[in-house]
């Protein structure tokens, strides 16, 4: 019987990785820490190795842990996009902005990328993910907002939402009946960014809905387009 063939992973380490690589790798860890294999913490220490891996074998020791070596072969090895155009990796965020008094308002069945950004000046923000359509198990959003708006989150039952790494004080945060961990397979959005506004984070009511029919009604039956930067 002839020898095993050694996978290419183990002939060739020193060969470099690009962007979907790493892109690549950087899912492997967010779903890892969906699903409680890793801490979060462990998850923001490994997320820079991942992001700075030159070789193969730099990226695989970020990944050996948690995938059997064909599939971490498989991860380093090739061109695994996860999806195309802003909001789809680490570097390249989709960006909601709205500029004066206004709310920005997002609600229906909009698709939530891996990452997002939400700029507001002085007006509120409301994200309703009631119908939302989650492209990944983590979600990264970053909110930037002034201080004389407030910000909702109205998130479906089961969603997790985790605003330990908010990094400035609010004046309130209310999280009203949403857990930091998710049910299992349900998305879980970390949120970073800065207010000093309200900040609240609950279940969606009738009131909600009916606010989501009207604004679908206003724009004629089609949810409108979201406001990138």
Known sequence: MPPTEPDPLRREPHL???TAQREAALEVLRNAAADERITFEELEARVPRALHAVTRGDLATVLDDLLPAAEVDHVVGGELPR???AGYSWDDPLVLEVEGWTELYVAHA???PP???VHASSGGVRLDFSEAIPRAKVIDLVIVC???GST???VPDGWGVDMASWQTEVSTLQ???VRTRPRPGLPRIIVRGQTSGIVYVRRPNERDRK???KHLLRNGGTPPALPRA
């Open 16 to 18: 470099r990785v690009g």
């Open 152 to 154: 909702h989150l109205i």
């Open 83 to 85: 999806g195309t155009g």
């Open 115 to 117: 990452f997002l950004e």
């Open 146 to 148: 002034g201080s004389w």
């Open 211 to 213: 606010r989501a029919a």
């Open 110 to 112: 909009w698709e939530v």
């Open 175 to 177: 999280l009203q009946g």
